[in-house]
């Protein structure tokens, strides 16, 4: 059975195409695999803001395409890049088991976060900053954009004094925590990104693969990410909204925990089936 599947060209994206790759393999030994590598509008620019060029879309509009076109059979993202709305004839068909959650700032081994005004702290997104300065409400913004390693090296040179990254990211390049100082954050602290850490396996509607993605589809996984998803379906979020949200379950119920401005921030329990009725009734409440 060959599956083409389309993926972005850093080294993270390669990284979750490998786990998806594994997982696949383990379920149907006969598969064959083909990494399709594309660039995408965000890959390519990246000396302006996200909200500038297009929002979260332009990390998987091309892929889309591809997809549409049938020349890729499966997509692998990273869920919190996706947008509010899918392109036509296309699904979430299945995700991975959910990775580390949390955000993280990264600084040079040894380097304390100080307070202080002339503390530089490289992220782009308003959740992060709105998020900090709750933590540490005197340091100064500046954006930055690329991928991990680009960030890590913009670091390493002294253009910033820490960045905020996410953890996921960092465990699956297998960052060397011996070359940074590293403090990850609980989500009742500094509140995620929607399905952030998760990996979403996108097809098109009813196709042969389908089923396939279905069958390594984790099923606990996939909750918390439509109800995530739901959040932001309902907000008609974009980046420039700061938009977290988190949902934990255990046994049959599920917790959610949301906010669009870090400032008010609602939680609610409800069961498991109720799980987009949840999403939409705490962002009302919002």
Partial sequence: M?????????????????????????????????IIYISTKGDKIIDKPLSQIGGKGIFVSEIELALQCGNIDVAVHSA??????????????????RGNYRDAIVTQKDTQITDIKDFIVGTGSIRRRLNMKKIYNKVTFKDIRGNVDTRLS?????????????????????????????????YMDFLPAPCQGIIALESRKNDFITPVIQKINDINTFKAFETERCVIRTLNADCSMPVGAYSELCSRKITLTVSKDMNKILSGTADISHNLELAK??????
């Avoid at 850093?10 to 030994?29: D, G, K, W, Y």
């Avoid at 919190?80 to 991975?96: H, N, Q, R, Y």
Wanted: proline letters at 4%; glycine letters at 6%.
């Fill in 154 to 186: 913009k670091l390493e040179n002294g253009e910033y004094d820490a960045v905020i990254l996410a953890a996921s990211g960092l465990e699956r390049l297998e960052i060397k925590t011996e070359n940074y100082s590293i403090t990850a954050f609980d």
């Fill in 281 to 286: 009734e705490l962002v009302l409440k919002l």
């Fill in 2 to 34: 060959k599956i083409k599947i389309g993926t972005r060209k850093s080294r993270l994206a390669v990284a979750q195409t490998n786990m998806f790759i594994e997982r696949l393999t383990s379920f149907f030994p006969d598969a064959e695999p083909e």
């Fill in 80 to 97: 919190k890049d996706l947008p509010a709305f899918l392109g036509e004839d296309l699904e979430i068909s299945g995700v991975l088991p």
